[in-house]
Every structure is written in structure tokens, then in C-alpha cells.
């Protein structure tokens, strides 16, 4: 049976609504917040998402997602609240570590090293690096033979991705499509158990898109956990084997993809509801 | 106007133990600036605390020579650190704030008169080099080289000022490409990037800062060894600025750029202003226009102009490659 196939299987048994319980959660987040001033950002109860599935995060802008994501990868503070990743307590956790940890996240707005070679942008993914301590990085010898080791699993990955004939250009002459395909092998070289994508397919041309959406899945079939923040509503329901809606912050609803786009909750949120008409849970359906 | 000696002259200051020191504190900025995307706008602070943990340690506590260095590099090192710890886990402007007051801080507190016993005030220490003329293994007598002409003195603080800018290059060099560069330049790129993959980006910058501080003192320990005199005017503000002009000029980010800078650098300026002073002597610039006493200034002000230049129509550099530039995203 197709990975994709067996997870969908998997999570059909769970109950679409907001704080399932799943099979064998790989992050359990209990009453995660964030504000700024006034404004609560995030506001999530409590959230599991499975481990080998592709999560997506969807929601209005302004719902809080990449607020969410910040907070869980290190790279924002949260104000309260308590997350496991594969069982490790992660909360106050600096972003460097949850990397080390396995939970590589990427950024909406492409972050490639301009002024590094695709190479060297893909080399500097590999943690453990000897050569990267100071007086180690005096004397090759102690780090040539892993340099070279770290090279030939780069290799592997352009080729995969597709980038091997920029392989010595600088990244910033990268297209915007090409820097997407970068960042994600870049963060494969970290090894991680869980990527976390922040708005993939932002800025993508659609054949690009089509061949990113395959990696996806394929990392997935190969026992990757994947969350992603998306907007492109044919990604979420082309990829995700699970969709989470986010509103105000909170968790609106969960479910299989199929069911997210006649539940009324996210209907709602996307659309509005016309004023004076009572909430979507008391309509007749 | 003599040109024969306005190139002598010039040439004694672009190989001289000026320049030298120059190069030395600019490589430390080079590492800082050029390579981590540190805006470190108090190198001369660095300078200073390197020239006078030499001169207190040997003139005021009459300690060996090389303790006295090792101060003066433990000084950069504790500069750094107090600079970096607080400001570095900041955006970057509050380094570049932190540091362009720490240096003139410095420079005001090390003049100052309760601070006159230890540091001589603003008259400084003198003759503190002695031990390091004392191992001077170059016989007495005048050396010849081209039109230069050297004392045996002058030859070895030159040799020790230009083989420290040497050895300080080899780290350099050998530092940025090894994977730890790799990390270096990745944070000057991005620093959220180089977070995003595991990097402690908050310790490897301070490293930078230690290490490019470190290279500094010994640009300011060449420099008072020349003059066998720390004084804290030597040490003024503008120094730092001198610094990014240079490397700016040879090229930031380059490893030999501010080698190339410091020698380009003092040949321009020191040429400046023997042409302009000759002119004067010569009456070609009327001294009612502009006296001989001010030329220095004047020629501080070409330096200015040029450095503008630089940045409109070579902000590269000279070895510095223009598609570079180009990809400067942010």
C-alpha cells in the first residue's frame, strides 16, 4: 500500500475536530500563546499532529500561522504554554537547537545565501561539523575527510533537486523557483525528522510547483513529517494528508482535506459570516 | 615641485610600520565588517586597549615585553566581550551604537587626569618598546631599498609590523576557507538562514568580534612600538573611519584587501600631502588660500571624497568581484 494511501488510512479514523488525538504524534503542543500588545497572535489549545504525515496549516491571513510556526521552531518566544517534539520538552528552546533536534523549518520569504555557492549553501546544512569550531577549523586534516563525506551527500541531494548545473554559482543568482528547491535540499542536510515549510509555493510558476509538491510527498513516503503554512488551496488538498485551520489564533478545524472546504467553521473564516446571522455551528447543515 | 622626493616620501608610507599597523587593525575589521556582517565602528577602541596593555604592563608595572602583549591581547579580548555579550544577540545597529562610543569612551577615560598615574594622561607613556629594539637582530647601519633608505631600527619594526600583517593574513585565509568561514559568511548573509540549520549564531559572533578585535591590538602594539610613545590622541575616532576607507579601497571580504588597502591607502594620502605642501612652499597654492598648517586637513578631505567615490563607482573594491556586489540582497 502507497505511504500516502496508508496515512490517509490512518488518519481517517481520527475525529475532525479541533484537538484530535492522533495515532503516533511526533509534536504535542498544550496551550501555546503569543500576543503582541493587544492582540493575542496564537492562542492554541492543544494541537497533535501525526508523525510520518504531511500536515497543512491553513487559515486567513493574519490568522497567526507563521506566528505559530515562529514559536515552535525557536524563532519567537511564546508567552505560555508547553510543546513535546518526539517527547522533548521544546519551549524556550533557542531555534539552533530545535534545528539540531530535527525540526528544520524554511522561511516564506526565501532566505538563500546569496553570496555563498549553491554548494556551499547545501554544506553548511550538515550539523556536526569538526571544521566549524574555531582552532578545528586551523588543521584540515581533522575535518578534511568529513568535509568530503558532507560534499558527496550534497551532491547526491542537487542532483536530486536538480540543481547540479549551478552547483558553483553563487545562490543569489538563483531564480525564485530554484532558490524554493535550495532551501528545501539545504534543509535536508540537517538531517531532520520533521520539515516545517513555511509557504512553499509562495512566488513558484506552476510547473515549478508541480515538481516541489512531488519532493514533498516523496520525503514524505520516505518517513519525513512535513507541516507546511500554504495559501495555494491545490497544494493543501493535493498534498496534505491532514489540514489544520487556524482563525484569530485559534484552531478552528481539523480534518481529512476533503472534508476541510465544506466545513462551515472554515467557510466562515474565509468568507465571513453576514452580520447578524448566527454562527455556522447552529445553522441547519 | 620635487616629485622624485614626493614619491620617496610617499613610498616610505605605504611600506612603512604605519601602514603596516593599519593593515593589521583593518584585517580584524575585515573579519568583523567583511566576513560576519559585523558593524564594528570602534576598531581604534581595540587599538587602543592593545597598544596600552603594553605600555602600562612594561613603563608603569615593569613587566617583561611579551607579558605585556599578552595583556594588551587579553585587553582586546575582554573589550570584545563586553561589547559583544550584551549587543550581539541584538539587530546590528546596536553593536555598530555600542562600539563607536566604547571607542571614543575609551580614548577620553585613558587621557583623563584620574587616570594620569597608570596611563600618563594626555601626555602618555613613553619608552616602554626598549626590550623589543633589544632583540633587534639586524646589525646597525643604513639600508638601501630602491630610493628608501632605512635604519636598521626603522627595518625592524617594519619586518615585525609587515610579518605579523602577513601571519595575520595566513589565518585569515586559512579560517574563512574552512568550514568555520563557511559559517562565518553564512551569518553575514543571513543570519536567521544560518539559525534555521543548527548554527549557534550568537557564539560564532562572538568569536568574530574576539578574534578580529585580537588582530586589532596588534595593529595598535605596531604602532606605539614605531614611536616608542602611547599617546591617546593617536587613537581618535577618525582612525576607525581610515580603516573602512582603506579595506573599502582594497576590497571588503577579500583577504588581501586590506593589506592592499593600507598600502594604497597611506600611499595616496601621504603623497597628498607632501604635493600639496610642496605646492605651497613652491607658491602655486597662495598661502592666503590655504596655509601649510592646514593641509592636513585638506588632505583628510580628499580622503573623504575618494572614499565617496569609491562607493559610487567601486563599491567592490579593488579585488573585489562586482557580481558580488550585485547579490548584496540585503
Known sequence: MPAEVAMKSVLAGVPPEPGAPKPDPILVTDGVTRSFGGLQAVNVDHLE?????????????????????????????????????????????????????????????????????????????????????????????????????????????????????????????????????????????????????????????????????????????????????????????????????????????????????????VVDAYLGRAHGTPPAEELPS | MDFASILTTALNGAIGPVAAAYALAAIGLNVHFGYTGLLNFGQVGFMLVGAYGVAISVSVFGLPLWVGMLVGVLSAVVLALLLGLPTLRLRSDYLAIATIAAGEILRLFYRSSFAEPVTGGVFGLQRFANDFYDLNPIPPGRYELGPIILSSRDLWVTLFGWGLVLLATLLVYLLIHSPWGRVIRSIREDEFAALSLGKNVYAYKLQSLVLGGVIGSFGGMVLVFNTQSASPDSFDPVVTFFLYTLLVLGGAGRVFGPLLGSVLFWFIVVSLDSTLRQAIGAGYIPSDVLSASEAGAVRFALVGLGLLLLMVYRPQGILGRKEEMVLDAR
Request: hydrophobic share 45%; with cysteine.
Open chain 1, 49 to 265: 499532529l501525526q508523525r510520518g504525515a504531511i500536515t497543512a496549516l491553513i487559515g486567513p491571513n493574519g490568522a497567526g500561522k507563521t506566528t505559530f510556526f515562529n514559536v515552535l521552531t525557536g524563532f519567537d518566544r511564546a508567552d505560555g504554554g508547553k510543546w513535546t517534539f518526539e517527547g522533548h520538552q521544546m519551549a524556550g528552546m533557542p531555534a539552533y537547537q530545535v534545528a539540531r533536534r530535527g525540526m528544520v523549518r524554511t522561511f516564506q520569504l526565501t532566505k538563500a545565501l546569496a553570496r555563498l555557492t549553491v554548494l556551499e549553501n547545501l554544506l553548511l546544512g550538515a550539523t556536526a561539523q569538526r571544521g566549524e569550531g574555531m582552532f578545528a577549523a586551523l588543521v584540515r586534516p581533522l575535518w578534511g575527510a568529513q568535509e568530503k563525506a558532507i560534499q558527496e551527500r550534497a551532491d547526491e541531494l542537487l542532483e536530486r533537486f536538480k540543481l547540479d548545473h549551478l552547483r558553483d554559482k553563487f545562490a543569489g543568482t538563483l531564480s525564485g523557483g530554484q532558490r524554493k528547491l535550495l532551501e528545501l535540499a539545504r534543509a535536508l542536510m540537517v538531517r531532520p525528522t520533521m520539515l516545517m515549510l513555511d509557504e512553499p509555493m509562495a512566488g513558484v510558476n506552476p510547473a515549478l510547483a508541480q515538481s516541489l509538491l512531488h519532493h514533498i510527498t516523496d520525503l514524505r513516503d520516505e518517513g519525513l513529517t512535513v507541516c507546511f503554512v500554504e495559501h495555494d488551496m491545490d497544494m493543501v488538498m493535493g498534498t496534505s494528508d491532514w489540514v489544520v485551520c487556524l482563525a484569530e489564533g485559534e484552531i478552528i478545524a481539523e480534518g481529512l482535506p476533503q472534508s476541510c472546504g465544506t466545513n462551515p467553521a
